[in-house]
Every structure is written in structure tokens, then in C-alpha cells.
Nanobody, 118 residues
Framework: QVQLVESGGGLVQAGGSLRLSCRAS????????MGWYRQAPGNQRELVAE???????NYADSVKGRFTNSRDNAKNTVYLQMNSLKPEDTAVYYC????????????WGQGTQVTVSS
């Protein structure tokens, strides 16, 4: 079974920075796309950023220029560097990964809370 474990969330003031990490473990042959979603109370889960196995990236318009998505394929880990944080970035952040392994499917992390105070 594959597990995704996130870390790095917390409370930060507006304008501050946080770095999220998400590591995949288990029987993994290859990971294709990895990404980050977020869900604020009363809202639907939305895509924040995604990164392909070759490093190509895609960002939501609301975070372009402020967030950077990167990955370390050797460690099966994806990162989200979040700068210039705004109160509207407050949400639970989830990572996902398209894993080819004993069971090939998309896996999700448990979520990590990011709270930005004004």
C-alpha cells in the first residue's frame, strides 16, 4: 500500500512563507504527476499546483508568482514553497500523486492545515 505523508503546515502572518512537503512511500515503480490541492471551509477542493515527472508545472492563477512547486524523484517527495501568503490562502492543503505500483492509482495525503492571519 502506498502512503502520502504531508508536513509543514501551520500558522503564519500575511506576507509570510511556509514550505509544505509530501513524501510517498510503499511499493512504487514510478510516480507520474504530483500536486497540491486545497479546501477552505464551505468551498470545493481546488487545484493549487501540479508537477509532471519531467518537472513541468501548472499553477492556479491565484498563486502564480507566489507559490513554487518542485519535486525530488529520488525521494518520491513533492514540495510547495508558499511566499507572500494571504488570508485567502487559508485552507487544508492536500497532496496527490499518480502512482504506478502494486496498485496503480491516484493517492492522497491526509491534509495539512495552513492558516494565514491578517
Amino acid at each position: 500500500q502506498v502512503q502520502l505523508v504531508e508536513s509543514g503546515g501551520g500558522l503564519v502572518q500575511a506576507g509570510g512563507s511556509l514550505r509544505l512537503s509530501c513524501r510517498a512511500s510503499g511499493i512504487i515503480f514510478k510516480i507520474d504527476a504530483m500536486g497540491w490541492y486545497r479546501q477552505a471551509p464551505g468551498n470545493q477542493r481546488e487545484l493549487v499546483a501540479e508537477i509532471g515527472s519531467s518537472g513541468s508545472t501548472n499553477y492556479a492563477d491565484s498563486v502564480k508568482g507566489r507559490f513554487t512547486n518542485s519535486r525530488d524523484n529520488a525521494k518520491n517527495t513533492v514540495y510547495l514553497q508558499m511566499n507572500s501568503l494571504k488570508p485567502e490562502d487559508t485552507a487544508v492543503y492536500y497532496c496527490d500523486a499518480d502512482v504506478y505500483g502494486e496498485v496503480s492509482r491516484t493517492y492522497w495525503g491526509q491534509g495539512t492545515q495552513v492558516t494565514v492571519s491578517s
